[in-house]
């Protein structure tokens, strides 16, 4: 199939399937996004693990729990649909291990408080939600299957993450500061979440045109700033942005500058936890090998038996 061909079944919006001819830069595309989603999934349970022994109470630690596995099982979907198209779980997780394969910025930063993760429910999943919802429309049938159950268990996430900060907001004034102080760490990271701006973007144009993406960086931050503003104004807290405003000509908000050089210094391994997660992961691998290892000799038996 030319490449010409393979356009033309984009643009008609046929869904391209594991077995389907595909040029080999569309593959390398999808393993390289699949995976470091999947990869986000897994080190995203580190910072919100970090405080299921700590949750003030019994509902809280049961709803955290939940939505901490959802993550781990997200990550397997994931690792899955990477699967499919020729790369080994092995190779991917070792990608990962070896610091070769990014993972989102935004798992770098420290849980600090209770309130964190609230936050990262409400701002994380958030921002998540607006890049992932259009993603189960993307041309890659096993990507954007997977991207359908994710996206409802993320909706329940962000719901999780807003009640914290509304439960909060809404306590003693010691609480609510302790809101203000997670939304003020967490909101401009959670914009880095979405990558570069669309000029610095090197891969934006050619995933549109293959509808790996759906939308540019920037649109999809937009539409997250134009929706959590008012939420933020519901929970009466303060976007910390002295530039934030509406601007009825264009009829989005307007923020002030990002910090690329933050986003770029994490992204290149030196934010503030990049060494202490990617540890982590290195640990539980090693800390899992009898597992892996039971599994293959079960998996052979049962081949054995069955011959
Ligand atoms: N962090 O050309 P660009 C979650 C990299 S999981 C780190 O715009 P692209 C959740 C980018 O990879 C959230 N790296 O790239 C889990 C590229 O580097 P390489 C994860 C980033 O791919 C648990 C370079 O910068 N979501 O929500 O067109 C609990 C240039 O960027 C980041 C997904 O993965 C970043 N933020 O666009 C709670 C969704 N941004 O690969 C929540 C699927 C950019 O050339 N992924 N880079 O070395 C995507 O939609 C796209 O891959 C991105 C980036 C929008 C992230």
Redesign the pocket.
């Known amino acids: 199939m030319t490449r010409e061909d393979f356009q033309q079944r984009i643009d008609s919006g046929i869904k391209i399937e594991p077995k389907d001819a595909m040029p080999e830069d569309y593959r390398k595309t999808l393993i390289?996004?699949i995976s470091?989603?999947a990869h986000?999934?897994i080190v995203?349970?580190l910072p919100?693990g970090n405080w299921i022994t700590r949750a003030p109470t019994l509902k809280r630690k049961a709803i955290l729990l939940a939505k901490v596995q959802d993550?781990a099982g997200?990550g397997l979907y994931l690792y899955s649909a990477a699967e499919t198209l020729g790369i080994t779980r092995e190779e991917t997780i070792e990608d990962l291990l070896s610091g070769k394969a990014?993972?989102?910025?935004?798992f770098n930063y420290p849980t600090l408080t209770w309130a964190d993760i609230g936050a990262?429910g409400w701002l994380?999943?958030g921002?998540?939600i607006v890049?992932?919802i259009p993603?189960c429309r993307c041309s890659y049938g096993p990507y954007a299957r997977a991207m359908v159950r994710i996206c409802k268990e993320e909706t329940f996430?962000t719901r999780q993450g807003f009640d914290i900060m509304l439960t909060l907001a809404r306590g003693t004034p010691e609480q609510k500061a302790m809101a203000q102080d997670a939304l003020n760490r967490w909101w401009w990271p959670s914009l880095?979440?979405?990558?570069?701006s669309d000029a610095e973007?090197?891969?934006?144009a050619q995933?549109m045109a293959w509808k790996i993406?759906l939308f540019t960086?920037d649109e999809l931050r937009q539409k997250f700033v134009d929706q959590t503003v008012p939420q933020a104004e519901y929970l009466g807290l303060q976007i910390p942005d002295p530039d934030l405003k509406w601007n009825a000509e264009r009829g989005h908000y307007d923020i002030g500058p990002i910090h690329w050089d933050e986003f770029y210094n994490v992204?290149r391994g030196n934010g503030p936890c990049n060494r202490e997660r990617l540890q982590a992961r290195i640990e539980a691998h090693e800390r899992g090998a009898w597992v892996r290892e039971a599994a293959a000799a079960y998996a052979t038996k049962q081949r054995t038996k069955a011959a």
Not at 201 to 204: E, L, V
């Open positions: 390289r996004q470091q989603h986000s999934e995203g349970q919100e993550e997200h990014k993972y989102s910025s935004i990262i994380v999943d921002a998540a890049n992932q993603l996430h880095m979440m979405h990558g570069p973007s090197k891969h934006t995933s993406k960086n992204i």
